[in-house]
């Protein structure tokens, strides 16, 4: 099932430049880029994004850092890709993450753990929407489909 997912290249993956690095491994994997754009996170923008962590009490934490610094935004596509990507950017505490993940081999803490993937369907709709206005995903032809996916696609 071909599904389509939000990842955000936090901003200790940009300012420590793995954004290349990241991109890279979603790009070798043969997911295809629909939407790329670097963006700076307002208070407000933030709050809408981690509104289902509201009452947590890192909530705080999660809002202050994605407003530090620029974020990549990147839209995925391709057969269960929430999956895919979930199991590329590995356990949310990079001490968990299994080494060949983005965390298991980038990262050291939880609070700069580089990188956020939507976690299912509802919440990949819910924050496409939120990141990327009506025009600015692409869908397009790319040749190296048929080798990646099969010449039935």
């Known amino acids: 099932m071909t599904e389509r997912t939000l990842v955000l290249i936090k ?16 790009e070798e994997r043969g997911l295809r880029m629909v939407g790329l754009k670097l963006a700076s996170v307002d208070r407000e923008f933030a709050e ?14 999660l809002v202050t850092f994605i407003t530090s610094s620029p974020v990549v935004a990147l839209v995925l596509e391709g057969p269960n ?8 950017v590995g356990a949310t505490r990079p001490h968990e993450a299994a080494p060949g993940t983005i965390r298991g081999d980038l990262a050291l803490d939880t609070g700069q753990n580089l990188v956020h993937a939507s976690d299912g369907p509802e919440t990949a709709d819910f924050e496409l929407g939120l990141w990327f206005a009506p025009g600015e995903l692409f869908d397009y032809p790319r040749d190296a489909d048929r080798w990646i996916l099969g010449p039935e696609r």
């Open 81 to 88: 890709a929430i999956a895919v990507v979930r199991a590329m």
């Open 48 to 61: 809408r994004h981690y509104a289902v962590h509201r009452e947590r009490p890192f909530f705080e934490g």
């Open 11 to 26: 901003p200790d993956g940009v300012q420590r430049l793995l954004v290349g690095r990241i991109l890279a491994r979603f």
